[in-house]
């Protein structure tokens, strides 16, 4: 089936440690992007990347990295840096505008991370 | 970074009937997007109907439709004939037409639908 497929689906990390968030999509999109989901903050920007080799900082980078070795992957690193990682991590990813005008964006089901 | 923002924490609405949900936005502008997210509790972000700024007709699909009012920078969800179904957080969002192409959320709307 096509589609993005994110894991794991829950995840803990002590303190101090690195972890690695995948994203895995089928769709043949271009653009990739990472969005953090806490409580009453709706959804926020970490990083995106809109061709393989190429990715940018959102709004909320600090303490997380990236890598887009491939057009299917875009993992998400969440480095000990990051002071308050617990939250629910979505990916997504969206055509480029020449396809359908490239309007719509297509989530993963999330990663929720708690930091133990 | 745009501004989304959703005056409503919760909302409910009786089975069968109509509800709207409520949208603003701040943006310089004039060709963008515009689009509802649906997200129930298995948390999947799941598109509801979009909206392109320059299309003056508003978006309508099955039961759901917007009102959007260009100059006032909003953009409101109908929800008619409201199922049990629909119980989710539904949120607002906005994409510049160029450049990163990236969501801007709400904060987001909860909704109940009373049986």
């Known amino acids: 089936d096509g589609g993005i497929t994110q894991s794991p689906k829950y995840l803990f990390r002590k303190e101090g440690q690195n972890v690695t968030l995948s994203c895995e999509q089928n769709?043949?999109?271009?653009?990739m992007y990472w969005y953090r989901q806490d409580p009453g903050q709706g959804l926020r920007l970490i990083y995106y990347?809109?061709?393989?080799?190429?990715?940018q900082k959102g709004d909320i980078a600090e303490g997380y990295s990236v890598s887009r070795e491939k057009k299917e992957s875009f993992p998400l690193t969440v480095t000990s840096a990051q002071k308050n990682p617990t939250a629910f991590y979505l990916c997504a990813t969206r055509t480029g505008e020449l396809h359908h005008g490239g309007t719509e964006a297509f989530f993963g089901q999330g990663t929720r991370l708690t930091v133990v | 970074a745009q501004t989304v923002t959703q005056s409503q924490p919760e909302m409910s609405v009786q089975e069968a009937e109509t509800v709207t949900l409520s949208c603003t936005y701040d943006t310089s502008e004039s060709d963008y997007y515009l689009f509802w997210y649906k997200q129930p509790p298995s948390r999947q972000m799941i598109l509801v109907i979009r909206?392109?700024?320059?299309?003056?007709q508003n978006a309508t699909e099955n039961r759901f439709s917007v009102n959007f009012q260009k100059a006032a920078k909003s953009f409101s969800l109908k929800i008619s004939d409201s199922q049990l179904g629909d119980a989710a957080m539904y949120f607002c969002a906005y994409r510049h037409k160029t450049g990163a192409n990236n969501l801007f959320f709400g904060t987001g709307t909860r909704l109940t639908v009373i049986p």
């Open positions: 909206q392109e700024a320059y299309k003056q």
């Open positions: 769709l043949n999109h271009d653009a």
């Open positions: 990347s809109q061709i393989v080799n190429d990715f």
